[in-house]
């Protein structure tokens, strides 16, 4: 036998593709409340858990090598870098007071 | 098990190859064994999957600092996006994605009818999304909605540049689908040729996982376009 990730049962399948609908659902409902500044966080949060559950289940992440969870987490901590280094940038600008920035 | 390929992907030389993948036609010269392959597989797979990351995280980039330069614009354009055919696309894509698992499933049990016949949902699912995807695009064509020079002129050019990254992130991710479309396409054919078995379904694995990523942008992109002025009403 050489698959080298165990069958998974279909209910645990199902599972992850109803809790993907109900994601679904509660972020529409999420966005029709007025929260303020959280609207956006609220919904990143959801479209996290959502992403995290597709790459976990359906990606078969959990069965991978250590090697390959390292890869995978790798590529949100450059995602993150590029993201945080964009924004000290364009964020700080105002800062100086300085025309034309 | 796990230990033992750990060890070879490490570049260890501990793992002996199983007895029967000798025979194993699908094995290459440059592996230990079937398992091994396997990983390697996944782990090249994972990588290509992380520069894309970074191509479709480019535009989320520009996304992020223009949504905080021009923040009314961002909820003026979501309101002119179609909530209603946005939820329904992410549901359309949601089950393409459970198909699109069951096939893999269907895959390391060697069930090759039911394969492909998750296999065909995944395309009918993924056209299903391209067809609402095309309507959707039409629709703002006829609203004066694309950047250029036809773009209502009585809207602010920021509401453009919303616009033109919503065709741009939307674009590049219905150009994954189209892709993904043909791969479908080709893991079909191998599957009719009877190139898979419980031993080597590793190219149904790998396209599942391109399916899943390109599914991932988009329970990003829904909330990030469509549900930004939602709770402030049209």
């Known amino acids: ?101 | 098990m796990a230990n033992a390929h750990e060890h070879a992907l490490a570049g260890g030389h501990a793992v002996v190859p199983a007895a029967d993948d000798h025979h194993n036609p699908n094995l290459q010269h440059h592996f230990y064994s079937m398992e091994q392959q396997f990983e390697a597989a996944t782990l090249g797979m994972w990588v290509f999957l992380v520069t894309e990351i970074m191509f479709f995280g480019g535009m989320f980039t520009a996304y992020l600092v223009y949504r905080t330069m021009y923040p009314e614009s961002w909820v003026a354009g979501s309101h002119e996006l179609n909530v209603p055919l946005g939820g329904i696309n992410t549901g359309v894509l949601i089950c393409s994605s459970f198909t699109m698992v069951m096939a893999v499933r269907c895959a390391q049990l060697g069930e090759k009818a039911k394969q492909i016949g998750y296999i065909l949902a995944t395309m009918v699912f993924g056209v299903a999304f391209l067809g609402i995807k095309a309507y959707e695009y039409a629709e703002k064509f006829h609203h004066h909605l694309v950047p250029g020079p036809h773009f209502n002129p009585a809207l602010p050019r920021s509401e453009q540049i919303f616009f033109a990254l919503y065709f741009m992130l939307t674009g590049v991710h219905a150009a994954h689908m189209i892709v993904g479309l043909g791969i479908m396409t080709t893991i079909l054919v191998m599957t009719l040729r009877n190139r898979f078995s419980p031993d080597y379904y590793t190219p149904v694995e790998i396209a599942g996982l391109y399916w899943h990523f390109v599914d991932i942008v988009w329970i990003f992109l829904f909330p990030l376009l469509y549900l930004i002025g939602y709770h402030v009403g049209a």
């Open chain 1, 1 to 101: 036998m050489s698959s080298a990730h165990p069958i998974t049962p279909v209910r645990v399948y199902l599972a992850v593709f109803v809790a993907l609908l109900v994601g679904t659902a509660l972020t529409v409902f999420a966005a029709s409340i007025d929260m303020g500044a959280m609207n956006t966080p609220v919904a990143l949060g959801i479209a996290v858990a959502k992403a995290s559950i597709v790459a976990i289940y359906f990606m078969g992440l959990r069965y991978t090598t250590p090697l390959t969870k390292v890869v995978a987490v790798a590529g949100l901590f450059w995602l993150f870098i590029m993201f945080g280094l964009s924004m000290s940038d364009y964020l700080t600008r105002s800062w100086m007071g300085v025309p034309g920035r």
